[in-house]
């Protein structure tokens, strides 16, 4: 299997294990657990083919449907052993936004060669299965968290892109993206990085504006 293949695959393993983890801790049925699995491990890709204009990547691949299935599978029947689901979501979901960031960029930039659709294309790929995931379970969406995420997407993206524009090989610019996206993901949960949130003057009241 090619290593490329390899990290696809493994990308949409865990961002499934994210959508089934949000099941158990709704306590959905099998068929509940395996919807947002699927969901949240294809939910991404889906919406970047769509916007490319190419054959959706699942269609003609069985494989990423059946993982989703799978991890599903296991989830339902292990996810009682883990203390902290929640955590293991947001670690979980960490790891599947660097895979998906770098993923979705490279897919951008082998079809369209541009380095701007490639870095929307890596950061769409990444946030928008945990977005599906938080709006079906009814979770707080990872986007409204105090921690940057979408900024940790675009990061990975913006690597993986510079590190193909100046030719270096896959073997560097996957990694290179991945770990990017990882450290600075890793590091809003671990330390709490954020940006400044936007502080106003109260709005004002109906009745007091003229």
Not at 69 to 87: M, Q
Request: charge should be positive.
């Amino acid at each position: 299997m090619p290593i490329i293949t390899f990290i696809d695959y493994a990308g949409v393993a865990v961002f499934a294990a994210t959508g089934a983890l949000a099941a158990s801790r709704k306590q959905l049925d099998i068929v509940g657990f395996v919807f947002l699995a699927a969901v949240t491990g294809v939910g991404g890709g889906t919406f970047r083919d769509l916007i490319l204009g190419v054959p959706v990547f699942w269609i003609g691949n069985r494989d990423y449907v059946l993982i989703c299935t799978l991890v599903a599978l296991v989830v339902f029947f292990g996810a009682h052993r883990v203390e902290s689901r929640y955590k293991l979501l947001l670690w979980l979901d960490a790891i599947g936004l660097a895979v998906f960031a770098v993923m979705g960029a490279a897919k951008g930039m082998a079809i369209t060669g541009s380095p701007a659709v490639s870095i929307v294309m890596g950061m769409l790929t990444a946030c928008f299965g945990g977005i599906l995931r938080d709006l079906l379970a009814g979770e707080p969406s990872v986007l409204l968290r105090p921690e940057v995420y979408v900024t940790a997407a675009i990061v990975g993206a913006c690597v993986y892109t510079a590190c193909d524009l100046i030719l270096l090989p896959a073997q560097i610019s996957y990694p290179a993206g991945f770990l990017a996206a990882l450290a600075i993901r890793g590091g809003a949960l671990k330390f709490g990085w954020s940006f400044p949130p936007y502080k106003s003057r109260p709005g004002r009241r109906p009745e007091d504006i003229p």
